[in-house]
């Protein structure tokens, strides 16, 4: 999920294919992580959440994989349809009781017919 | 719920002038967050308030940027001058407060300093 400049990275995925999603954090002290997913013109959405404890959650059609080793974070979307076009964000609380939520750059979901 | 309401949703104004930009948070969040989204700087934290009171405003870009939370159900982010770099998306979020983090946002407002 990391961008460069104006560019956000872009994922392309054929219809009813399953989508991966990456992101790479820095903070080892965070202990709270969340997917949003932005469409055009609108404010982010929240998708799904996860709690360092844990290292999997799932939800309807989502999936989110949490590796403290690595410092990283994945939203898998099963059988991608149109509507998942958006742009996707990975998002932390840097925990120690800050209630602040640091979004990353994001990453461009494109569905191919 | 209605959700946050943010006004207004397009802002078009002249370098130097004044700018505020309005937010009504879920009614019960205690926690409110204004964030700016840009193409080269994606979605910066600027301030955020729990039960009114601002606790981190590190990301206010500077003097000219001002927010207040005058009560549970209003919020203000006021640029004074307004300059062009200003231009960006300003959103405002709420949440349940401590320990329920997820933030609903509002549709934003689009600001343009020309």
């Known amino acids: 999920g990391e961008s460069v400049g104006l560019h956000l990275p872009t994922l392309s995925v054929q219809e009813g294919d399953n989508s991966i999603i990456n992101c790479a954090y820095s903070?080892?002290?965070?202990?709270?992580f969340i997917w949003y997913k932005q469409e055009s013109g609108k404010g982010p959405q929240f998708i799904i959440d996860i709690r360092s404890n844990m290292d999997k959650r799932q939800g309807q059609r989502v999936t989110v994989l949490l590796n403290k080793t690595v410092k990283h974070l994945s939203l898998q979307i099963a059988a991608t349809q149109p509507g998942d076009s958006a742009v996707y964000f990975c998002?932390?609380?840097?925990?120690?009781?800050?209630?602040?939520?640091?979004f990353g750059k994001g990453t461009r979901l494109h569905i191919l017919p | 719920d209605a959700g946050v309401i943010q006004s207004p949703r397009h802002e078009v104004t002249e370098m130097g002038q004044e700018v505020t930009l309005r937010c009504k948070p879920i009614s019960g969040h205690n926690s409110l967050f204004w964030y700016r989204q840009t193409m080269m700087r994606g979605l910066e934290l600027l301030i955020y308030f729990n039960n009114n009171v601002p606790i981190d405003d590190s990301g206010m870009p500077e003097d000219r940027f001002s927010a207040k939370m005058p009560n549970a159900s209003f919020s203000t982010l006021k640029i004074q001058p307004s300059e062009p770099r200003d231009s960006a998306v300003y959103f405002c979020?709420?949440?349940?407060?401590?320990?329920?983090?997820?933030?609903?946002f509002g549709a934003g407002s689009r600001l343009t300093v020309l």
């Open positions: 979020a709420s949440s349940g407060g401590p320990g329920a983090n997820v933030l609903t």
């Open positions: 998002a932390e609380n840097p925990g120690n009781r800050d209630d602040k939520i640091i």
């Open positions: 903070n080892s002290a965070s202990d709270y």
